[in-house]
């Protein structure tokens, strides 16, 4: 079976984000939305012949340190959490927390329950992270 056209997949991602009464932006065909203190990304993409749908906030960016103390308290948590994970992108000196949907059968309770994650845990974790890191929130 081939994967809808991302556009395809645009309009469903749209049409779940309206009808759920979740307030966002949209440029250059990804989808915003603010939570407290961040901002969580809806990124459509393909990966090989299937579409994903990328969502993922800033926890921390323009860090200032990465020691042991972080890397060991992002993997803890990556433990503990159920959806999704904590990324460190050291190039573009940002502590990300990302989840990942298969978009061929995207299911607007799926989308739903990742999007509120991803917005909760960054929102929830961002001013400690970025107290480690001597970064900063999206919001700072």
Request: proline share 5%; charged share 25%; net charge negative.
């Amino acid at each position: 079976m081939n994967p809808p056209p991302l556009p395809n997949l645009h309009d469903r991602v749209a049409e779940i984000l309206r009808r759920s009464g979740v307030p966002y932006l949209e440029q250059d065909g990804a989808f915003f939305v603010d939570r407290g203190t961040t901002r969580v990304t809806v990124l459509l993409c393909t990966w090989n012949q299937y579409s994903v749908v990328r969502i993922y906030a800033p926890v921390a960016s323009h860090f200032v340190r990465v020691d042991e103390t972080l890397t060991r308290f992002l993997a803890c948590e990556n433990n503990r959490v159920l959806f999704g994970k904590f990324s460190l992108d050291m190039e573009a000196r940002c502590i990300w927390f990302e989840h990942a949907l298969l978009g061929d059968f995207l299911d607007a309770d799926e989308l739903l329950v990742a999007l509120e994650s991803v917005a909760a845990i960054a929102d929830e974790y961002d001013e400690p992270i970025a107290a480690m890191s001597g970064g900063e929130r999206f919001s700072d």
